[in-house]
C-alpha cells in the first residue's frame, strides 16, 4: 500500500499512520512515548505533560471580513491577525516535518450525515491518535476509501511551543482557528482536550449558519422515542444523570438540535476520572477497558492498578473511551426532538429548589445565565459558596453572542413544545456548611417524574424571587424536600441568602441585557 501522501500541506514525513488499529497505536505508544503503560484493566495510560487541562487564554481566532461580524470578539474570543497565524502555521508545519512519524485520523464530527464535519487531524503521538479516534465517529472502510479533501484540518504540534515574541503571543500555548482556511494549530500544549473542544468550537460557529443549534449538553432517550437534554456545568451531575439504566444515552458532553432532531457530535466520550469508582459511576467504570486513553491518572507501578483518588498530577483526570464501551447506547446517536430540557445547578447557597418548571423566557433566561455555585477553597477558612456563570453552560466554546444561541432554543422550545426544568443537584437544608447535599436518588426521582408525566398532575407553587413553579409533590421524594425555604432552620437566613443570590444573577445578566430580548431580560429574578 502507498504511503499516505500529505506534501500538499507542506509536509515531507513518509512515515504516516492513517487510521491505525488500536492494538497498533498501543504498540507505538508503549515504545515511543515516555509515561506511557498499560492498566490492569487493559486501558492506555498517558501523561500530557506540563498542560493537564486546556488553556482558554491561549485560544486565538483569526480575524477576517467574512466571519468578524459573526464573533462575539472579547476576553473569550480572542482576535488573531492573518500574519501571526501563518507564523504559527509554519512553526507548527516545521515541527511535524521534523518527526520521526506522524498519524492522520479522518473521521467525522456529527452523526447527522447531513450536518457532519469531515475532519482531518494530524499529530504526533499516538495517544493523540487514539484519543481522536475515540472521540469522532471512525468511517467504514468504504467511508475511508471515499473520504476525499476534509472540511477541517488540525495541525497539532503541540510538542513545539510557540514563540512568545511573537505578536499578539501571550504564553508557549496557542490555539488558533482559522474559519476561512478550515484550519486549527495547536503549538505548546499536549493537553489531547484541545483537539476535541477546538472541533466543537467550529461546529458551534457553523451550525447556527443553518439555524441549528449547537449545545454542550448531555442527551438520552426514552422506550418511547422522548428525547432528555440535560444542560449543567462541571460537577452538577450532568454525566451522572445521563446515564441512567431506564434510557439510552445519546451523548455525553456535544450536541446538535436541527429541524429533525438530535445527534451527537462526537464518537465517544470524556468521563471525569476524578474519585471514579464502580459504585457511584458503574457506566463509566466499566467503559475503562482496552482501546480507552487514561490520562494523568496515578497507578501502581506494579499492579497497574489505577488510584482514581490520587490527584497528585492533576485534578483534570480523564478517561476517553468510544460510546460503544457503554451499555445501554443509542446507535447511531440521533434521536428525535426534546420532550424535556433540564438545566442542572449545583446551588452551594441552598435557596434554588430541588426542581421546578420554566417559561421559555426563563429557560432562554437560565441558559444565558449558565449558574451553578461551587464550594470555594478551605484556604484561610473560607467556605463561602462561590457563584460561577458560563453562557449557555459552555461560555468557553461559544463564537456567537451568547443571544444567538438563546434565540435558536426559545424558537425550538415553542415550535416542538419542550419543558424546560431548572434541577439543582446542590444543597437542602441551609447553605454549604449548614445544610447538606440533596441525595442523588431524590434527584433520580424527580427525573423519573419528569419522564413519566407526574408532574402533569399536580399542584405548583410560584418563587417569589425567580417566579419558576414548583411542583408541590413528587413520587419517592419527601414534600418538604421540594420547597427549599422551608428546610431551612432560620427562614430569615433563606430568604437573606436568597437575595444575595438574586443580585449575584442581575449583576452577571447587565453584561447580556443590551444583546438580549427585553422578555428575556424580564424574565429573570426580580
Known amino acids: ?47 500530557s505533560g506540563e498542560k493537564t487541562g486546556r488553556s482558554p487564554k491561549d485560544k486565538r481566532i483569526v480575524r477576517h471580513p467574512e466571519s468578524e461580524k459573526h464573533i462575539d470578539w472579547g476576553d473569550i474570543n480572542i482576535g488573531l491577525d492573518e500574519h501571526t497565524y501563518m507564523v504559527n502555521h509554519e512553526r507548527a508545519i516545521d515541527y511535524l516535518n521534523i518527526c520521526k512519524r506522524l498519524f492522520v485520523v479522518d473521521a467525522f464530527a456529527g452523526w447527522d450525515p447531513d450536518y457532519r464535519l469531515k475532519v482531518r487531524i494530524i499529530c504526533t503521538r499516538a495517544y493523540h491518535a487514539l484519543f481522536m479516534q475515540n472521540m469522532l465517529i471512525m468511517p467504514t472502510a468504504k467511508e475511508l476509501e471515499d473520504f476525499g479533501e476534509p472540511d477541517y484540518v488540525v495541525f497539532n504540534g503541540g510538542g513545539f511551543p510557540a514563540n512568545i515574541y511573537t505578536s499578539e503571543m501571550t504564553s508557549k500555548t ?9 484550519e486549527i494549530v495547536i503549538l505548546g500544549t ?26 454542550h449538553c448531555s442527551a ?52 471525569k476520572a476524578i474519585d471514579l ?27 497497574r492498578k489505577v488510584d482514581y483518588t490520587d490527584t497528585s498530577i492533576t485534578q483534570n483526570t ?28 449545583c446551588d452551594a447557597f441552598g435557596v434554588l429548589p430541588p426542581v421546578s418548571k420554566l417559561t421559555p423566557e426563563q429557560a432562554s433566561y437560565h441558559f444565558i445565565s449558565g449558574y451553578t ?10 467556605t463561602e459558596p462561590e457563584a460561577t456563570f458560563s453562557a449557555c453552560f459552555g461560555a468557553a466554546f461559544m463564537m456567537w453572542h451568547p443571544n444567538r444561541y438563546a434565540e435558536l432554543l426559545a424558537e425550538k422550545i415553542r415550535k416542538h413544545e ?49 417566579g419558576l413553579q414548583i411542583p408541590e409533590s413528587c413520587p419517592d421524594v419527601p414534600a418538604e424536600v421540594l420547597l427549599p425555604r422551608s428546610t431551612w432552620k432560620d427562614p430569615k437566613a433563606y430568604d437573606a441568602t436568597m437575595s444575595k443570590l438574586v443580585t449575584l444573577f442581575r449583576e452577571n445578566f447587565k453584561r447580556f441585557e443590551s444583546g438580549v430580548n427585553p422578555e428575556i431580560v424580564a424574565a429573570g429574578p426580580q
Open 1 to 47: 500500500m502507498a504511503a499516505f501522501d500529505l506534501s500538499k500541506y507542506g509536509i515531507t514525513v513518509t512515515d504516516i499512520h492513517r487510521n491505525t488499529s488500536v492494538p497498533v497505536l498501543y504498540e507505538i505508544g508503549l515504545r515511543n512515548e515516555p509515561g506511557t503503560a498499560i492498566s490492569d484493566v487493559g486501558a492506555l495510560l498517558v501523561y
Open 174 to 182: 496557542s490555539v488558533d482557528v482559522h474559519l476561512e482556511r478550515r
Open 190 to 215: 499536549q493537553y489531547a482536550g484541545e483537539m476535541k473542544k477546538g472541533i466543537f468550537g467550529v461546529m458551534n460557529y457553523l451550525m447556527p449558519l443553518r439555524d441549528v443549534l449547537p449545545m
Open 220 to 271: 438520552n432517550v426514552g422506550h418511547d422515542g422522548d428525547v432528555t437534554i440535560l444542560f449543567g456545568l462541571s460537577g452538577t451531575g450532568k454525566t451522572t444523570l445521563s446515564a441512567d439504566p431506564k434510557r439510552k444515552l445519546i451523548g455525553d458532553d456535544e450536541h446538535c438540535w436541527t429541524d429533525s432532531g438530535t445527534f451527537n457530535i462526537e464518537g465517544g466520550c470524556y468521563a
Open 277 to 303: 469508582s464502580e459504585e457511584s459511576e458503574p457506566d463509566i467504570f466499566n467503559a475503562i477497558r482496552f482501546g480507552t486513553v487514561l490520562e494523568n491518572v496515578v497507578y501502581d507501578e506494579k499492579t
Open 318 to 345: 480523564r478517561a476517553s473511551y468510544p460510546i460503544e464501551h457503554i451499555e445501554n447506547v443509542q446507535i447511531p446517536c440521533v434521536a428525535g426532538h426534546p420532550k424535556n430540557i433540564i438545566f442542572l445547578t
Open 373 to 382: 455555585a461551587k464550594v470555594a477553597g478551605t484556604e484561610m477558612g473560607v
Open 418 to 466: 419542550v419543558t424546560a426544568w431548572l434541577v439543582n443537584t446542590g444543597w437542602t437544608g441551609g447553605a454549604y456548611g449548614e445544610g447538606s447535599r440533596i441525595k442523588l436518588k431524590y434527584t433520580r426521582a424527580m427525573l423519573d417524574a419528569i419522564h413519566n408525566g407526574d408532574f402533569e398532575r399536580v399542584s405548583y407553587k410560584e418563587d417569589p424571587a425567580f
